[in-house]
């Protein structure tokens, strides 16, 4: 969540130096288009939501790129701009790593999974599905992992999935008017309580 | 007669349940072992007990607040889980850190990891069937430590002490010279349960060639750290993607052979020696100085973009997925927990030994359910 007086801004597209990775894999996947930007550290490649099994097979068995190590695996969520799921790569041996991007569309949030190309890429997709709503297709046990079996309704790390009224109070931030003693946000008298004008907060 | 012998003794596998709640476990975990007779046929791991929701909570709240879930996400490595997050958030908003800071963040991650390990080492044993004196042994020299970080932080557990572009307050006048006692003891505290465990004939027995892990397997499982080195692959994110100031001091890397539970017990210890080794360096290094930038924003707010920072903790990669999109708080923080990807592999690791071997495995693992679960 943004602070509510500006909108969330996307970090523009920086294209990566010559000779990154980014140009291994142009050259080892040539039919395949994606974009390259240059991020705080690793290189990231944003991938068409197709492409991802024959790009993640390609950047772990090709010998150049060699990208045998994933060390993680995230969604995020981006609201309009649809559901995003993250792969970080390294390779033991190139001693380079780099980040591959895809987005799904909010409705139709399937991918193929990665549970055939890296044994530990199962557990880190069980929990990207249940949290986002992510469904992995070909994955061999797509069952929850850290939420209970019967919680299917709501995905919680979705944004539209809200926070709990306490948690949204304990991040908000008091302005000159709310450092007054006493003062409870609009909408926050029930849990405040009746002893809360008196306590002082 | 053997044949009539078999036909008379056959077997039926059934479940074990081992957990939530159970000594053995380290915490909220639950694991179901399929056993035939004594050996385990399968292992089905349950997690999720713990599970807090720090991720979540940590967009609900600005960069500044956000640092006390990752006391409370990997509760045994505060001091390295709060740097990884305090360097995500640096790297990503360009915050310069003092000299200073820096040295403290290390000196006290590194002593955070001797802390860690001592608290694998006794748990280890007593899971091995060495029980009580290696525990107490261990928890006598870890106190040592604990003292310092209750001095300087003024808490146990939940230090929160580092703050994005340095540390809140400055150390204890008396911390160079306390910190130059503990290492000091600490080699002799590594000596004392090196002494006692480390050729000691049942701990050999049970832990030589338990729970092997190939390095190839342990690459395709993502596992990390002491697990990883422990298989036989020299990798340490300290040494090969230098962060903080690491790339100032002199440590090797133990790795092992075998990658079986008695590789990964030597690796940890010999980790501790060389932590004790870089603290030792940088307690002579440490200059004086402020220890949080000047002109520190009140509000701190970051460019949009996204970083993946990863830090060695004891346990492995910790890694932080920070995507930020303007304004105060993280639009998304991902927490890549180290104990997640090694516990994957324990299903492999424990099939075909018997029952007390999965227990002794699960050990070697040194979770933390607190990370795990997140």
Known sequence: MTSPHEGPQEAPIVPPEPGTIADTFREVLRDIEFTATQGVGDVILIIARDDVPRVLRAAKDNPRLDLKYLRCLLGVDHMDGGLEVVYQLYSFTRRHGVTIKTRLPLDDSRVASAASIWKGADWLERETAEMFGITFEGHPNPVPLLLPEDMTDHHPLRKDNPFAQVEEWQGLRLGDEASKVGHIPAGYESIAGEGGEEDGG | ?374
């Open chain 2, 1 to 374: 007669m053997a044949t009539e012998l078999d036909r008379e003794l056959e077997t039926l596998d059934i479940n074990v349940n081992v957990g939530p709640q159970h000594p053995a476990t380290h915490g909220v975990f639950r694991m179901v072992l399929t056993v035939s007779g004594e050996k385990v046929v399968d292992a089905v791991p349950h997690i999720g007990y713990m599970h807090r929701g720090a991720e979540k909570l940590s967009e609900g709240v600005d960069y500044r607040q956000g640092l006390i879930f990752q006391d409370r996400t990997e509760y045994l490595a505060q001091f390295n889980a709060e740097m990884c997050y305090c360097q995500a958030i640096e790297r990503l908003g360009g915050i310069e850190v003092p000299e200073r800071a820096e040295y403290i963040r290390v000196i006290l991650a590194e002593l955070n990891r001797i802390t860690s390990h001592y608290m694998f080492a006794g748990a280890f044993a007593t899971d091995l069937g060495v029980y009580g004196t290696a525990f107490t042994y261990a928890f006598r020299e870890r106190e040592y430590i604990q003292a310092i970080f209750e001095a300087v932080t003024g808490d146990r557990m939940m230090y929160g002490y580092f703050r994005p572009g340095g540390v809140v307050w400055d150390v204890t006048d008396d911390f160079k010279d306390r910190v130059r006692w503990v290492c000091k003891q600490t080699r002799v505290g590594i000596d004392d349960i090196d002494r006692l465990l480390t050729k000691n004939e049942v701990f050999l027995t049970r832990s030589l060639d338990i729970g092997c892990i190939s390095k190839d397997d342990a690459i395709d499982y993502g596992l990390s750290g002491p697990m990883l080195r422990a298989s036989g692959l020299q990798f340490d994110l300290r040494r090969d993607e230098p962060y903080s100031i690491y790339d100032r001091f002199e440590f090797e890397i133990p790795t092992g052979t075998r990658g079986d539970v008695y590789d990964r017990y030597l690796v940890r210890m010999e980790e501790m020696r060389q932590s004790a080794r870089i603290v030792e360096q940088a307690i002579e290094q440490m200059p004086d100085g402020p220890i949080m930038p000047e002109k520190a924003p009140r509000r701190l707010r970051l460019p949009p973009g996204e970083i993946y920072m990863r830090t060695e903790n004891p346990r492995g990669e910790y890694g932080i997925y920070l995507v930020s999109k303007g304004g105060e708080k993280p639009y998304r923080l991902k927490i890549r927990s180290a104990c997640l990807s090694n516990l994957t592999a324990l299903k492999q690791m424990v099939v075909g030994h018997y029952v007390a071997d999965a227990v002794v495995i699960l050990g070697s693992v040194d979770i933390v359910l607190g990370e795990v679960d997140r």
